[in-house]
C-alpha cells in the first residue's frame, strides 16, 4: 500500500524536551494550538520519546488515538520517521531526536456544522504512544475542512526526485504538469494548460473515503471550492471569493491515503506580467534579492471553512 507521509520544517513546540516520558512537541502547520484539522486529513505529529530513548535502536511500538469527545478511537499510523531523516527541525527548538510520526484523522471525527463558525463545538485532541508511554492529551480543532498544499518540505513517499531537482526555491508547492513534471522557473506554464496541484485536508469526498485505505478512485470532494489567480509577483495565498471560478477536479488521489489532488486550467497572463527567474542561472546571492521574481502566479484554492495557495511559474506573454 502507497502511504502519504507529511513532515513540515515549520511547527509549533513545547519547551519540555527534557520530560521524562514522551512528549508531543507540536505537528505539522501547528502554530498556534489547537491546530486545525479535517475528516481524513494527514497530520504529523513531532514527538519526543522520553529519557532513555537510543535514536541508534530500532524504531519503537508508537501508537496514536484521537479523542472525539466522548471515546478513543485508534488512528491510522501511515509512516514513522526519525527527524534527522524526514524534517528539518529547527536548531533553536533544544529538542533533538524527535520522532515524527504521521497519522490520518479519521473521517467520523465530529466536525463545527456546516456554518461558517470556527467555534469548536466539542472537546477533541490526540495522544501519542511510545513503547506503551503515552502522552498528554493535546487540543485539535476540526473543521468541515483544512486545505493545504503540498509542498517540498513535505515529504511524501515515492515523491519524484525531480521535483526537489527544479523546485528553484525553498519550500515550493508541488504543482505538476499533466506529465508529471513540476511547474518551475525551468518549466513554466502555459496559458490555457491543465495542471495538477497536490493537497490534504480537503474532507470525505463522494463516494465517501473510508479511514486508513488507499482512495478506490478519484472520487470528488463533498465540500464545493473556487479558485482565485493572482499574477502579481510572489503573492500570498488570497482567500478565494464564492463566485469565483471553479477547479476542474478537486477530490482523492487514486491510490493513496490521505491525498488529494485540484485540476485546473491556467488562465492566461495579463500584458506585463514578470517572468520568474531561473535559478540554474542566477547567482545565490541574487536569487535572495527582495525584488527576485520567485512565482508570477499564485493559485488559491478554498472553501468557506479554509484556503490555502501556491505560487507557481508561468509563462509570459510576448512583448509587442
Not at 466522548?70 to 536548531?91: D, F, R, W
Not at 477547479?247 to 488521489?253: E, M, Q, V
Amino acid at each position: 500500500m502507497r502511504t502519504l507521509v507529511l513532515c513540515s520544517s515549520v511547527f509549533a513546540a513545547v519547551s519540555i524536551c527534557a520530560a521524562q516520558g514522551p512528549a508531543v512537541m507540536g505537528a505539522g502547520f501547528a502554530n498556534p494550538f489547537p491546530i486545525a484539522v479535517a475528516p481524513g486529513q494527514s497530520l504529523t505529529l513531532f514527538v519526543q520519546p522520553g529519557a532513555g530513548y537510543d535514536p541508534s535502536a530500532p524504531l519503537p511500538s508508537v501508537s496514536a488515538v484521537y479523542w472525539n469527545g466522548s471515546t478513543g478511537e485508534t488512528m491510522p499510523l501511515l509512516q514513522v520517521n526519525q527527524t534527522e531523516a524526514a524534517c528539518n527541525v529547527p536548531p533553536n527548538s533544544g529538542c533533538t531526536n524527535l520522532l515524527a510520526v504521521t497519522v490520518q484523522v479519521p473521517f467520523d471525527a465530529p466536525i463545527v456544522p456546516s456554518t461558517i463558525s470556527n467555534v469548536i463545538v466539542v472537546s477533541t485532541s490526540v495522544a501519542v504512544s511510545i513503547n506503551g508511554a503515552t502522552t498528554s492529551y493535546f487540543g485539535v480543532q476540526p473543521s468541515q475542512d483544512h486545505v493545504h498544499i503540498l509542498t517540498a518540505c513535505d515529504l511524501i513517499a515515492g515523491a519524484s526526485p525531480a521535483f526537489l531537482s527544479y523546485r528553484g526555491v525553498s519550500c515550493a508547492p508541488v504543482v505538476t504538469h499533466a506529465d508529471g513534471i513540476p511547474v518551475a522557473a525551468i518549466f513554466p506554464a502555459a496559458a490555457g494548460e491543465e495542471l495538477i496541484a497536490y493537497a490534504t485536508g480537503l474532507g470525505q469526498t463522494n463516494p465517501p473515503l473510508t479511514t486508513g485505505h488507499p482512495a478506490a478512485q478519484s472520487s470528488p470532494t463533498v465540500d464545493a471550492f473556487n479558485l482565485d489567480f493572482n499574477y502579481r509577483p510572489n503573492a500570498l495565498a488570497t482567500e478565494p471569493l464564492s463566485t469565483g471560478p471553479v477547479p476542474l477536479f478537486a477530490g482523492a488521489t487514486q491510490g493513496f491515503v490521505g491525498l488529494y489532488q485540484i485540476n485546473f486550467v491556467v488562465p492566461p497572463a495579463p500584458a506585463g506580467t514578470l517572468p520568474c527567474v531561473d535559478f540554474a542561472v542566477l547567482p545565490l546571492e541574487a536569487s535572495n534579492a527582495g525584488n527576485t521574481v520567485h512565482s508570477n502566479l499564485t493559485v488559491s484554492i478554498g472553501s468557506a471553512f479554509s484556503f490555502d495557495g501556491a505560487g507557481i511559474c508561468v509563462q509570459t506573454p510576448p512583448v509587442p
